[in-house]
């Protein structure tokens, strides 16, 4: 069973904490960036999120927010948590990068 809760670490080696999940599927969190794990000016930034009920499917799906506070920027993450042969987790997952566009004119490279 896929359990959100707990630390993770990605191939690049950014750091998530997630809290303990709400009985709505509810979590918050932390979100350290790879290159910052090294450096410790730069803080941790916050993320709200949701998972799917891992009652109802063995491979739950999952989204999230991170709002960098060392940046104008927003990162929405939405993804599925997977069990392997061996019951070991992992994470998949693709992200949305926005950053703040100066005009309307500019929006269309705010985004990655």
Do not use: N
Not at 90 to 97: I, V
Request: glycine residues 10%; charged residues 15%.
């Amino acid at each position: 069973q896929c359990v959100l809760s707990g630390s993770w670490r990605s191939d690049s080696g950014c750091r998530m904490v997630v809290s303990v999940l709400g009985q709505d599927g509810g979590f918050s969190g932390s979100y350290l960036p790879g290159a910052a794990t090294s450096d410790p000016q730069i803080p941790a930034s916050p993320l709200k999120g949701s998972q799917q009920d891992a009652g109802l499917v063995a491979q739950p799906t999952f989204s999230f927010a991170v709002h960098w506070r060392h940046q104008g920027s927003t990162t929405a993450f939405v993804g599925q948590c997977f069990v392997d042969e061996a019951g070991e987790e992992s994470l998949h997952a693709l992200w949305l990068l926005r950053e703040e566009a100066a005009s309307p004119v500019e929006d269309w490279k705010a985004t990655r």
